[in-house]
């Protein structure tokens, strides 16, 4: 009998409706814990004190800030993913055009420590073959 009261109240106390409700909680004279939307007349209740009561937080007043969070969270990642792709297109191109001129151009250089080197041939094949996988592992 008592599991039938536990599971009743959590169900109300839990429930979306009751959420924005004061919930009141009472023992009766046989010891069982009692939860409900409205207190006992011939006891003293305690107020439970639930998500959406709680004072000064967001979204008390039901469910429409709840909603206006989620929408600036969807907003704030469409943003986040839209950068990263504007930035995974950018470096596919610039790979792309770094593997032509490593294909095209058997007289590469590069700056060491403020010095221009000239790339021999297997480290060109080696740029080429880092560039190409790189490519085939970010590109589409």
């Known amino acids: 009998m008592r599991t039938h009261f536990l599971i009743a109240g959590l169900m109300v ?12 909680k009472w023992v009766d004279a046989q010891g ?4 409900d939307a409205q207190p006992p007349r011939d006891q003293a209740a305690t107020t439970v004190v639930t998500p959406a009561s709680q004072p000064g ?11 206006g969070d989620q929408q600036a969270i969807d907003t704030s990642v469409k943003k986040q993913v ?9 470096f596919c191109e610039q790979a792309r055009t770094n593997l032509a001129q490593l294909q095209n151009n ?22 080429i073959g880092e560039t190409q996988k790189q490519i085939a592992d970010n590109c589409m």
């Open 106 to 127: 058997p007289r590469l250089r590069e700056e060491v420590d403020g010095q221009m080197r000239r790339l021999d041939g297997s480290q060109r094949q080696e740029r």
């Open 32 to 35: 069982v814990t009692h939860f």
């Open 82 to 90: 839209a950068e990263q792709q504007n930035q995974l297109k950018a």
């Open 13 to 24: 106390a839990l429930s979306p409706p009751s959420m924005a409700a004061q919930i009141y």
């Open 57 to 67: 937080k967001p979204g008390t007043a039901g469910h429409s800030g709840a909603i």
